[in-house]
T-cell receptor, first 120, second 117 residues
Framework: EAGVAQSPRYKIIEKRQSVAFWCNPI?????LYWYQQILGQGPKLLIQ????????DSQLPKDRFSAERLKGVDSTLKIQPAKLEDSAVYLC??????????????????FGNGTRLTVT | AQKITQTQPGMFVQEKEAVTLDCTYD???????LFWYKQPSSGEMIFLIY??????QNATEGRYSLNFQKARKSANLVISASQLGDSAMYFC??????????????FGKGTKLSVKP
């Protein structure tokens, strides 16, 4: 099966500019995640979708970050305006489990190759 | 609150030898899953192995095995017969089965493994 697709692979922008990232999850995966990974750290969740609804966006800086998954398939993450501290790798992941209490613990997340963002 | 701790920022191992990467976790949820991911310098996160909180046996996947000690809340990754291609960052992660986060994967800070020829 095809993996999680992300684009672009790299992006360099100046602070205060805007940028958008795109993700296409594995076919049939209802749950989609965006993670931010700052150099030297583990990934941190920004937002989680189930189908086209937001499940968790508690760690998304909503004054500058936005994300959507309109048709329950692919998703875009936008930053506007960018700050220097937004320099990171943005990872998209998807997971098969659509629901069911207790079922989540079994299912791994499948990640894309990520987008490396540099803000200058 | 759930938490993952990886205390080894970096590890070295000789090619063909075994290495253990440490991971401890904290959660109040009795139902959870533990995962290990490999992240090469190219950046992708590769799923390696999974252990469920109710699993009686330690998980194994090829050269990877998970030393699961539930009472100690530890889930160490053992890589046998290390290869040069094993050089990468390794992340331990946890996913709870219940609760409001509905399956968010929480990561540790990672361990950088370097395999020497």
């Amino acid at each position: 099966e095809a993996g999680v697709a992300q684009s672009p692979r790299y992006k360099i922008i100046e602070k205060r500019q805007s940028v958008a990232f795109w993700c296409n999850p594995i076919s049939g995966h209802a749950t989609l995640y965006w993670y931010q990974q700052i150099l030297g750290q583990g990934p941190k969740l920004l937002i989680q979708f189930q189908n086209n609804g937001v499940v968790d966006d508690s760690q998304l800086p909503k004054d500058r970050f936005s994300a959507e998954r309109l048709k329950g398939v692919d998703s875009t993450l936008k930053i506007q305006p960018a700050k220097l501290e937004d320099s990171a790798v943005y990872l998209c992941a998807s997971s098969l489990v659509p629901g069911g209490l207790g079922a989540y613990r079994h299912s791994p997340l499948h990640f894309g190759n990520g987008t490396r963002l540099t803000v200058t | 609150a759930q938490k993952i701790t990886q205390t080894q920022p970096g590890m070295f191992v000789q090619e063909k030898e075994a290495v253990t990467l440490d991971c401890t976790y904290d959660t109040s949820d009795p139902s959870y899953g533990l995962f290990w991911y490999k992240q090469p310098s190219s950046g992708e996160m590769i799923f390696l192995i999974y252990q469920g909180s109710y699993d009686q046996q330690n998980a194994t996947e090829g050269r990877y095995s998970l030393n699961f000690q539930k009472a100690r809340k530890s889930a160490n990754l053992v890589i046998s017969a290390s290869q040069l291609g094993d050089s990468a960052m390794y992340f331990c992660a946890m996913r709870e089965g219940y609760g409001g986060s509905q399956g968010n994967l929480i990561f540790g800070k990672g361990t950088k493994l370097s395999v020497k020829p």
